[in-house]
Each structure stands twice: as C-alpha cells, then as structure tokens.
C-alpha cells in the first residue's frame, strides 16, 4: 500500500467564538492509501486544544503510511488497526482511509462494514456561536428555515446575562427548535447549580460540559442535582474517561478525532448502552471527508452535532449533505464522498 498526504487550508464562513478562544480557519491533512487501483481517504484536522499544529500532525502522518507498507492489503491493517502512541486524531484518520478503501474493494458503504442494517441518517445540531444576540436571532431564524431543528448554542461569556439574552433571543425567533447549550467548561460548580434552572425554564435541552475539564467527579456530582441532562465533552476524551462517567452523566460527546476513530467510538457506544448515559456524536471543524465517517454511525446516537462541514466558507468535499439539516451517509462503496479541489501533496 501507498500513502500520500496533502494539506489545505479550511476557511471558516464567520469566525467562531466560543468561551476560550476565537477560530476563523484550520489546518485539513488528507491521508490517501492507495492499494491495486483504488484509493481511501482519511481527514485529520489541527487543534490548538489538543496540541495538534499542521507540522506535527503531518509528522505523525507520514509515519502512520509508512507503518502501512507493512500490511499485504487494507482489510489487514484494518484488523489490526495499529495505534501505537500516536494521537487519536491520527488513528482515526487512518481507520478512516482503511474502511473508505476497504468499502471500496468489497463494494459496499462504510456503515455496512460497522454493521448497520440501513442507512444512518441524523438531524445534525447547528452550532451558533457567542454573538450578540440580534445577530443570534437572525441565525436561528435562517437555519429553522432551511429545515434545522436542533440548535447549539455556545456560552460562557464573563457576564452570563449575555449567554441567557441571546438563548431567549433565539427562542423567539425559532420556537420550535430544540436548544443544546455548550459553555465549553466556562462555569463554576456554584454558577452551574445557579444558571441550570434558568436554561431550564428557557426550554434548553441539554448542557455540555458546564464545568472545566480536569474533574470528572465534579462533572458527575453537578449532574445528580442539575435540572438538565449533562452531556460531557472535554471529559470524556478515551474509553477510559467514558468508562469513570457512564451511568453518572446524562450523555458523552464522542469525537472520533479523540476517541481514536469509528470503532473505538463502537466501543464506547456498547459501553454505555441501557446506563442512562446516551451518546452525542460530535465532531470539530473539518470538511465533509473528516465528517463523514461519524455519519456512517449516526444512527447510534441521540444527538447528532455533526455539522463543521457546515461551518466552512468552502467545503473541498461532498457527499453527506447537511444543508437542510439532516447529515446522510451515502451508499456509495466507502465513505461515499467525493472532491471537489486540490491541495499540497508529498508522498508517504
């Protein structure tokens, strides 16, 4: 098997500010496995949260297709599915890759390879970012008529009177949406205890990861007294993490740039089956080739919040849709997706 890598630049459509930091663009590494004619794509994206910068995940890349060279075909590596100490955005973009080009040399979609018995589709949340709250009404009120019922909503301002006004703003300008509201772990437990009712009685949904990241028992105590389900997202990173919260928090947010790819999030969802604990499938800001695989399994999940595709000013790839607010997996051998231009290549 060959590998090659290209990386391109993926521009935001508006900047995203969420309470620790502002992101306008990232970094796309693509990883294509070729192997007798055909070809597998995989997408990991930079992260400054989890200390991925484009050098560094080019690095573990190329070393990653080179470690490929070893195998006699994909469905081979795809069994073993080598890891080693490479990151979890890493693994799951050569899992991908593999089960993209396995799917292709058996003619069959990604999700039949992950056992599903039909066509996962999902109503994806729509992430609106923290912006003043007119420029937040008129979000809402485009994306509910394009045909989006669920809406995330970030928080964690200083001044929390700013987070509650732009959630009622969007409440009067899509009433029937369905709120999630991520803080990105902004709050103190005492703040928690204090603004969950408030969401409450504004119809919110859900809370992610109210709390900073780092105490998972805090998370979990938070949970027992919280008026709304608790999804964690921060932490809840590995199995591990996953395994000390199930059936003590509400919901996880799997990623499967930090669990490690599509079947390590299976393992998860197993995991936490008949809990309590449901399962979110997330995602980061990426093109559609970096979301597509968690679309082959979003038939798994309560909550969908795969749309950073969706976020993009020019999506380089198509194929699981989005724009009316559902995500599609294809039934196109592999992932199903398609490109629609270039970047930089170096050979593997």
Not at 8 to 17: K, T
Not at 189 to 205: D, N
């Amino acid at each position: 098997m060959k590998a090659t890598l290209r990386t391109v630049r993926l521009a935001l459509a508006e900047p995203l500010r969420i309470s620790r930091s502002t992101m306008a663009a990232r970094d796309a590494v693509w990883l294509a496995v070729e192997h007798e004619g055909l070809t597998g794509h995989g997408e990991a994206v930079t992260s400054v949260y989890y200390g991925l910068d484009t050098a560094e995940l080019e690095r573990q890349l190329y070393e990653a297709g080179l470690d490929l060279g070893r195998f006699g075909d994909p469905e081979s590596a795809l069994r073993e599915r080598p890891a080693g100490d490479r990151p979890p955005a890493v693994t799951a973009a050569v899992e991908a890759a593999l089960l993209d080009l396995c799917g292709k040399r058996s003619g069959v979609p990604v999700h039949r390879l992950l056992g599903a018995r039909s066509t996962p589709s999902a109503r994806t949340a729509r992430t609106i970012g923290i912006v003043p709250a007119e420029r937040a009404a008129a979000q809402a009120r485009s994306l509910a008529d394009s045909g989006f019922t669920v809406i995330k909503v970030k928080a964690g301002t200083p001044d929390p009177e700013d987070d509650l006004d732009r959630i009622r703003a969007i409440v009067a300008a899509a009433p029937r949406a369905r709120l999630l509201l991520d803080p990105n772990g902004a709050w103190t437990t005492t703040q928690a205890l204090q603004l969950l009712p408030r969401y409450a009685e504004l119809g919110v949904e859900a809370v992610e990861q109210p709390l900073a990241p780092g105490d998972p028992e805090a998370l979990a105590r938070l949970a027992e007294h919280s008026p709304l389900p608790l999804i964690a997202d921060e932490d809840a990173v590995s199995y591990e993490d996953v395994r000390r919260l199930v059936g003590r928090v509400q919901g996880v947010n799997v990623k499967l740039a930090k669990c490690g790819g599509p079947h390590a999030a299976l393992q998860i969802a197993e995991l936490i089956e008949g809990s309590g604990t449901e399962l979110m499938l997330g995602c980061l800001t990426a093109s559609t080739l970096g979301l597509a695989p968690a679309v082959h399994l979003a038939d798994r999940a309560r909550w969908a919040d795969l749309d950073g595709h969706l976020l993009l000013a020019d999506d380089p790839w198509s194929g699981i849709g989005g724009a009316d607010g559902v995500v599609r997996a294809s039934d196109l051998p592999g992932l199903g997706v398609r490109e629609r231009r270039v970047g930089r290549e170096d050979a593997a």
